[in-house]
């Protein structure tokens, strides 16, 4: 798709089969840092907490497309490259709708810098490194620090590819 290289082994789901699938990009920086941003305090959904990119696949797209649309549309870059599926799961934030959410671990191409955050949805980024994981916290249950785990797992993988 446009370019973007996926590496091997990697199998995306099937989006057509009407379950609600959600797409999430672990972005990694040359250095093996990881992105994260601030989802503002409006959102109905996990309000004013650290996040990773990504969000619902649409009707009509596959994974690739969905996981290419997230990225540019929450950051502005294009994504490059699909280096791994991190972590798969099944999740419910309390609406009875679950969400079937695949992870990747990719690498973008765009101003790293200045990533152009969606209005109204996330209000700050942070790139994270081994030293910065617990600031993703916030004042949530210790239970619920998925962002936490998932950006270590990203932080591991990204590793051997600097």
């Known amino acids: 798709m446009n370019g973007i290289m996926v590496a091997p082994g990697i199998e995306f789901p099937d989006t057509s089969d009407g379950r609600t699938h959600v797409a999430g990009a672990i972005i990694a920086d040359p250095g093996g840092r990881i992105f994260a941003q601030r989802r503002s305090p409006t959102r109905k959904v996990f309000p004013h907490c650290w996040d990773i990119v990504g969000g619902h696949v649409e009707p009509g797209e596959s994974m690739l497309e969905g996981l290419a649309r997230e990225v540019a549309e929450e950051t502005g870059w294009r994504l490059a490259e699909v280096v791994a599926e991190l972590y798969r799961l099944d999740w419910d934030p309390g609406d009875g709708l679950t969400r079937h959410e695949v992870d990747y671990l990719v690498r973008v191409e ?43 797992l990203g932080l591991a993988a990204a590793r051997p590819l600097d």
């Open 110 to 152: 765009g101003d790293l810098s200045a990533p152009r955050l969606e209005p109204d949805k996330h209000t700050e980024f942070l790139w994270v490194d081994d030293s910065l994981v617990d600031r993703l916290h916030d004042h949530r249950d210790p239970g619920e620090y998925f962002i936490t785990d998932i950006v270590r």
